[in-house]
Nanobody
Framework: QVQLVESGGGLVQAGGSLRLSCAAS????????MGWYRQTQRELVATINS????NYADSVKGRFTISRDNAKNTVFLQMNNLKPEDTGIYYC???????????????WGQGTQVTVSS
């Protein structure tokens, strides 16, 4: 019902930057929050709600910026001053309501690899 497709991962040296994108598609009535999580444990990296309020993990504050294009159901993660410990698989998440449904559900992308070399 709702599909998330991520892009923008890759290999970068420490101190470099990457920009992740995630586009939601399908039968979407509304999306409440979107965000990025890291690793299989799904550690929170950053989230943003439909009003633009953001939340960040302490480890990325001041370096990462999450933004959202509500009209295109797309969320971005600008990652600056990357560190080797930022390495991992980044998963996009959307808390969304499909058409014909009256509940929000969590949807996940397939993940995109970010590797930061020292």
């Amino acid at each position: 019902q709702v599909q998330l497709v991520e892009s923008g991962g890759g290999l970068v040296q420490a101190g470099g930057s990457l920009r992740l994108s995630c586009a939601a598609s399908g039968s979407i009535f509304s999306i409440s929050a979107m965000g990025w999580y890291r690793q299989t444990q799904r550690e929170l990296v950053a989230t943003i709600n439909s009003g633009g309020s953001t939340n960040y993990a302490d480890s990325v504050k001041g370096r990462f910026t999450i933004s959202r294009d509500n009209a295109k159901n797309t969320v971005f993660l600008q990652m600056n001053n990357l560190k080797p410990e930022d390495t991992g698989i980044y998963y996009c998440n959307a808390y969304a309501t499909p058409y014909g449904d009256y509940s929000h559900h969590n949807y996940w992308g397939q993940g995109t690899q970010v590797t930061v070399s020292s």
